[in-house]
């Protein structure tokens, strides 16, 4: 593989997040830095409806974030449920620093991120306010939508030049959720997963899916049996939908990084790509196989 240091993530909005990221290990930062600062462009980003701020409201029109981070030598963090703040990634990243704990939820979660400083935002747009009273208007049946639509997540990987992994993952979850629907994304080998040892991975989509597969662990471990990133990403898929009947109806993608710096994704659907970033290639979108056409 090409070696460190390797950028990755998920969708279009992942080409800014790289580009923070990759400054921060230009700049000789470790990869969990780098993680950390990559997606902190997308949840500042008021025009990505799927994440931090702008990030569309749950049913009762309240933005509750989910956001998780993991170092590569095993530590990490998560915040579930937050709200007004602007960085959950930056709480996470706080609660795996400065607490004996992983996981803060909900209300508990703002009070720490309150005591640690942070200032709150009110993260609900004119526009995400709007098309969520269209979308209350077209739904009187309140029901959440299950789609190939609902998702757009930002998870990152990262690989710095000392062989160092990291992942990061932030979410505004599903759109019109259930308050209090906590996703993949701030689950510890659901949503994200970093082993030095093997690789790291993340994935996007539907989240309950994601979930019931335990997905980005069953990627590293599939890559520790000395499966490709590809490959592991496309086994994983297969279990996703062998526990998910209904994923004709869903959308589920993962990428990974070897430890090598060697990169690879796959999804359900076709319509899923991420951004890579190497210093040989430089920031690129790439379209990775899917499972459906
Ligand atoms: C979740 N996987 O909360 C995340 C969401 C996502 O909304 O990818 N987009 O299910």
Same mark, same amino acid.
């Given at each position: @593989? ?24 230009? @700049?000789? /930062?470790?990869?969990?830095? +780098?993680?950390?600062? @990559? ?22 029109? %309240?933005? *509750? ?15 579930? +449920? ?5 960085? =959950? %990634? ?18 508990? +979660? ?6 640690? /400083?942070? =200032?709150? *935002? ?17 739904? =009187? /049946? ?11 997540? %930002? ?15 932030? *979410? ?95 999804? %359900? ?12 290639? @430089? ?9 459906? *056409?």
């Amino acid at each position: @593989g090409p070696g460190g240091p390797v950028v990755i993530s998920t969708w279009q909005h992942g080409l800014a997040a790289n580009e923070a990221a990759w400054e921060v290990l230009q @700049g000789g /930062g470790n990869a969990l830095d +780098a993680a950390e600062a @990559g997606v902190k462009v997308t949840e500042a980003d008021p025009t990505v409806s799927t994440v931090g701020l702008g990030g569309r409201p749950d049913r009762d029109g %309240i933005v *509750t974030l989910d956001a998780a981070i993991m170092d590569g030598a095993g530590d990490c963090g998560s915040v579930m +449920a937050l709200q007004d703040i602007l960085h =959950p %990634i930056s709480v996470a990243r706080r609660v795996m620093d400065n607490t004996p704990h992983v996981m803060l939820a909900g209300e508990g +979660a703002r009070q720490f991120a309150l005591a640690e /400083g942070f =200032p709150t *935002t009110n993260l609900l747009t004119e526009d995400s306010k709007q098309e969520w009273e269209q979308w209350k208007r077209d739904n =009187p /049946g309140y029901r959440p939508p299950i789609n190939v639509e609902n998702h757009d997540t %930002i998870g990152l990987l990262a690989l710095d030049a000392q062989g160092r992994l990291a992942a990061a993952c932030t *979410t505004s979850g599903a759109a019109y959720k259930y308050h209090g629907r906590v996703g993949d994304s701030p689950i510890v080998g659901a949503g994200l997963y970093a082993d030095n040892e093997v690789g790291a991975a993340t994935a996007t989509g539907w989240g309950e899916a994601v979930v019931r597969a335990c997905g980005s662990f069953l990627v590293v471990e599939l890559m520790r049996q000395g499966h490709s990133p590809t490959e592991a990403c496309r086994m994983a898929v297969e279990r996703v939908i062998a526990k998910n009947p209904d994923y004709r109806e869903i959308q589920v993608g993962f990428i990974a990084l070897a430890k090598d710096g060697t990169t690879g994704g796959y999804c %359900i659907h076709p319509n899923f790509d991420y951004a890579v970033y190497t210093a040989a290639e @430089g920031n690129r979108m790439v379209v990775p196989d899917s499972k459906l *056409t």
